[in-house]
């Protein structure tokens, strides 16, 4: 199973980014499909998540500026940032949580996203 991450780069406050997580190898359904961040120094925390049914949790500091979406057929998600902010700065991470008798987590490569102010 492998995550590719894309769409990450370097964009000025108040723009905007799309990011894309493409899966392969997935031969089971992926119930929740998530998008992660990690500053320097600071430890990995949840940006957005989406189930297979198209719930959706986002944490508060991205609330009204992201929108998580996902491709069940590709098994592909998309994160759509609006108004960046310097504090977005961060290597972002896809993930995917599913599997047959079990569940198990999958994590992508990560894409750097550098807001400048």
């Known amino acids: 199973v492998q995550l590719q991450a894309s769409g990450g780069g370097l964009v000025q406050s108040g723009g905007s980014l799309r990011l894309s997580c493409t899966t392969s190898?997935?031969?089971?359904?992926?119930?929740?499909m998530g998008w992660y961040r990690q500053a320097p120094g600071k430890q990995r925390e949840l940006v957005a998540r989406?189930?297979?049914?198209?719930?959706?949790n986002y944490t508060d500091s991205v609330k009204g500026r992201f929108t998580i979406s996902r491709d069940n057929a590709k098994n592909t998600v998309y994160l759509l940032m609006n108004s960046l902010k310097p504090e977005d700065t961060a290597v972002y991470y896809c993930?995917?949580?599913?599997?047959?008798?079990?569940?198990?987590?999958?994590w992508g490569q990560g894409t750097q996203v550098t807001v400048s102010s």
């Open positions: 989406i189930t297979i049914g198209g719930i959706t």
């Open positions: 190898g997935i031969m089971f359904s992926i119930h929740v």
């Open positions: 993930n995917a949580v599913g599997g047959v008798a079990t569940w198990s987590t999958y």
